[in-house]
């Protein structure tokens, strides 16, 4: 898990792959929707379904600027792809130390 002082600026990316089973390979493509939602270590959401931004085919980024008064410890991130009808949900953490 990756450790930010408070202040520092958080690169978000995520990157959207999907399988040809025709052809058996992943492959690359944009999603019809791609969005983050951020909540620190006390539950308060700082970040709340914001849509991500596509810097390349399948790429996307998100750049959080983690506060000065921030609270310290597990932050709880999760990024939200939807294709059609189907969304999935992928989860990951940060963790803000005292700097």
Not at 79 to 87: E, L, P
Request: glycine share 8%; net charge negative; hydrophobic share 40%.
């Amino acid at each position: 898990m990756e450790s930010f002082d408070k202040g520092d600026a958080v690169l978000i990316l995520g990157i959207h792959e999907v399988f040809d089973p025709v052809n058996e390979i992943w492959g690359i493509s944009n999603a019809d929707d791609i969005r983050l939602t951020v909540t620190d270590p006390v539950g308060v959401v700082k970040v709340n379904s914001v849509q991500m931004a596509n810097i390349a085919l399948g790429k996307y980024q998100y750049i959080y600027q983690i506060p000065f008064d921030a609270q310290s410890g597990i932050w709880q991130c999760k990024i939200i792809v939807t294709n059609g009808s189907n969304s999935t949900v992928e989860p990951f953490e940060f963790k803000v130390v005292e700097s």
